[in-house]
């Protein structure tokens, strides 16, 4: 299976700062095709998962332009530019590589 | 409005069975690959099973093989989980999800599972 590591655990974020969270896996996620099959998602308190940022870089419908992902291979990041207090929550990266697609463990974010 | 709703969880004692059943609404059903995950309390994200568009393909986690079945009816848009031999680390919220990881990414809002004696 592949094995996936984010950094940090958790962090705290003054309003309009940037954050920035790191995956990586244990094997790569590239394909042929020149995709990174790599996923962000948020998951606020109460809620179910959201799509961030899929194949690696690609913002999800409706997702603010002050999110974006990068990387290949096998380390990405994924970045805001200036938190803003309804970006709280659990952010999850998640390989879609091969199955059994695995999830990393959780970055909690949150807003001082 | 594109929607994905769960139902058909609860209690049940360690051996025993459940079905979820997952319908879906504002969107062609048959066009999708469709996916369960399952969040443990206070845990993280674990991928569960997968289908095919027309049901002729399915996948699953090994913690699951064998007691778990996947299936779904696309004339009525509803994406099924048979639950067998339910243990107790199966107690989780299960989430019906759309083209999970792609661009058409869409989650439910989740069934509760406990197993508990």
């Known amino acids: 299976d592949i094995v996936m590591t984010q950094s940090p655990f958790s962090l705290a974020v003054t309003p309009g700062e940037p954050a920035s969270i790191s995956c990586k896996s244990s094997?790569?996620?590239?394909?042929?095709?020149?995709?990174?099959?790599l996923a962000w998602y948020l998951q606020k308190p109460g809620q179910s998962p959201q799509l961030l940022i899929y194949?690696?870089?690609n913002r999800a419908s409706g997702v603010p332009d002050r999110f974006s992902g990068s990387g290949a291979g096998t380390d990405f990041t994924l970045k805001i530019s200036r938190v803003e207090a309804e970006d709280a929550g659990v952010y999850y990266c998640?390989?879609?590589?091969?199955?059994?697609?695995?999830f990393g463990q959780g970055t909690k974010l949150e807003i001082k | 409005e594109e929607q994905l709703v769960e139902s058909g969880g609860g209690l049940v004692q360690p051996g025993g069975s459940l079905r979820l059943s997952c319908v879906a609404s504002g969107f062609t059903f048959s066009n999708y690959w469709m996916h369960w995950v399952r969040q443990g309390p206070g845990q993280g994200l674990v991928w569960v099973s997968h289908?095919?568009?027309?049901?002729?393909?399915?996948d699953y986690a090994d913690s699951v093989k064998g007691r778990f079945t996947i299936s779904r009816d696309n004339a009525k848009s509803t994406l099924y989980l048979q639950m067998n031999s339910l243990r107790v680390e199966d107690s989780a919220i299960y989430y019906c999800v759309r083209d999970l990881w792609g661009r058409e990414d869409h989650w439910g809002q989740g069934t509760l599972v406990t197993v508990s004696s």
């Open positions: 289908i095919q568009r027309d049901g002729s393909f399915t």
């Open positions: 094997q790569s996620l590239l394909r042929s095709n020149g995709r990174n099959y």
């Open positions: 998640l390989q879609g590589q091969q199955t059994p697609f695995t």
């Open positions: 194949v690696g870089s």
